[in-house]
């Protein structure tokens, strides 16, 4: 089976295997975990192609009976085990990057509050933590309320989030032998691994990187909504100036909002114009205008350029 797995895949140009929900196998049925070990490791060497296995914790006890000997085993890469967030900058980050992602009629700032509840409900799992901020927002907008609020919140996880229920009350207790009971949740600890790959990752300095590209983001806003009053031959200065308004008011507006926004500023925005421009010299505007600016009488300076004739002129005309 090896060979022809091989040969499937140099004809279809594979360049990765994944396979994943692997603490579903049974260990009976496949020869035991050494066998297993040894299967992985030639089917690395027969397909020719990195092989990556992916599956929760209750893996960790198919896969190996010594972690650092399964290690060497599967290859150099290793294994990389995802732990829950802590409830740090790296969660902060996380919501505060989801929360843009608001489809309720009514947007709610990100606070504190917010961030801890769903620290407390999540205990750090991006995938529940994710999940009811969506069901939140679901439940905000068919019941009307229109609003994420911290009541909803806790609506939500008392009413949709049984079934993991027991599991987040364990790992909210820190107890290891409550914890165990759930193999899926059971952590490892990798410390050693990360000392020993001499592994540094810097946290704040990838928030910091997010933080740059968000203000960098914010600039290619102002400039796309820039570019789309233009389009709608609205006059640059007063398009920018409609722009730079909107957004000292809401730096965190959706790019459609701010067009739209900014529009209604500008359409607020007075226009001067000089309706005295490019006038000849003998329109009547062009003259009044030059007898007021010499302190004249409007009507001698009419009555010279014959705008203004004498009734008695008129009288003899006609006789």
């Known amino acids: ?165 027991p599991m987040i009350e364990a790992m909210k207790s820190n107890d290891i032998r409550r914890i165990a009971k759930y193999e899926d949740i059971c952590t490892i600890d990798y410390e050693d691994f990360l000392t020993e790959n001499n592994t540094d990752v810097n946290l704040s300095s990838r928030i910091q990187d997010y933080k740059v590209a968000k203000r960098k983001k914010q600039l290619s806003k102002k400039e796309e909504a820039l570019i789309r009053l233009l389009e709608l031959d609205i006059d640059k200065k007063k398009a920018i100036s409609g722009i730079e308004k909107v957004l000292s008011e809401d730096e965190e507006i959706g790019i459609n909002k701010l067009v739209v926004e900014a529009i209604k500023v500008v359409d607020t925005i007075k226009v001067t114009r000089n309706k005295s421009s490019n006038l000849k010299d003998d329109d009547i505007r062009s003259i009044i205008k030059s007898a007021k600016e010499e302190d004249r009488s409007p009507y001698l300076a009419l009555k010279e350029k014959g705008y203004i004739t004498s009734a008695d002129f008129e009288m003899k005309e006609i006789v």
């Open 1 to 165: 089976m090896l060979s022809i797995l091989g040969q499937v895949a140099r004809n279809s140009g594979l360049g990765l295997l994944i396979i994943d929900e692997i603490q579903h196998l049974s260990q009976a049925k496949s020869g035991g975990v050494d066998k297993m070990l040894n299967f992985f490791t030639t089917l690395v060497n027969t397909v020719g192609i990195p092989v990556v296995l992916v599956g929760t914790m209750k893996a960790k006890n198919l896969l190996q009976n010594d972690f650092r000997m399964a290690r060497r085993t599967l290859g150099t890469g290793g294994n990389i085990v995802w732990e829950r967030l802590k409830n740090d900058e790296s969660f902060s980050l996380l919501i505060d990057t989801i929360w843009e992602y608001q489809f309720t009629k009514k947007k709610t700032p990100l606070t504190e509050e917010v961030i801890n509840l769903l620290y407390e409900e999540s205990q750090g799992i991006i995938d529940i933590a994710v999940k009811i901020y969506a069901m939140a927002q679901i439940k905000a907008i068919s019941t009307g309320r229109e609003e994420i609020t911290v009541d909803i919140i806790k609506e939500v996880v008392d009413k949709n989030l049984n079934a993991v229920k």
